[in-house]
């Protein structure tokens, strides 16, 4: 009989982060979360959350389930849930997403696309098939 104890940890939330006074160029691609505090320009697409710190500046593209930002961005943000724009946000370029919350010192400049509103309005824009002349019929004068 062993007098060894087995200990379950909780699982630990990976989180990578780019601290301040780092700068990488490239493509990131993870299943956790990423917080930003130093800069960033590629491509950053992750299954959590994306935070970027008062420091952090990420340029070019990013698709999370969520994103936290209150430092710089500028590219095309897809977020499936949540987007927050906090104190000293200054966001260029298009974010997409049907959640949205902005504080009152975020500086914008681009484009707010909802995903589910943009699905809708394509599948209403189809035009509807014209209707074919019928031989052998003549319309009333004057039309």
């Known amino acids: 009989m ?7 940890l909780p699982p630990i939330n990976n989180v990578t982060r780019i ?3 780092t ?3 490239g493509n990131i691609t993870t299943q956790h979360d990423i917080r930003i505090d130093g800069y960033l320009d590629g491509k950053v697409k992750t299954e959590g959350k994306l935070v ?11 698709e999370c ?9 500028d590219g095309i943000l897809k977020v499936t849930e949540l987007a927050a724009l906090r ?4 966001f260029k370029g298009e974010l997409h997403s049907d959640q949205l919350s902005i504080e009152p010192s ?3 400049s681009g484009q707010l696309i909802s995903p589910e509103l943009s699905d ?8 509807a098939p014209v209707p074919k002349e019928i031989p052998g019929t003549v319309l009333p004068e004057g039309k």
């Not at 062993?2 to 379950?8: D, F, Q, V, W, Y």
């Not at 970027?52 to 990013?62: L, N, P, Q, R």
């Not at 104190?87 to 200054?90: T, Y």
């Open 65 to 73: 389930q969520s994103v936290d930002i209150s430092g710089y961005f």
């Open 2 to 8: 062993s007098l060894e104890k087995k200990i379950e």
């Open 87 to 90: 104190d000293k946000c200054v």
């Open 52 to 62: 970027i710190g008062e420091t952090g500046k990420c340029v070019g593209e990013a």
């Open 106 to 108: 975020v500086r914008i």
């Open 120 to 127: 809708k309005k394509e599948k209403k824009a189809v035009p």
């Open 19 to 21: 601290c301040s006074n």
């Open 23 to 25: 700068k990488i160029v």
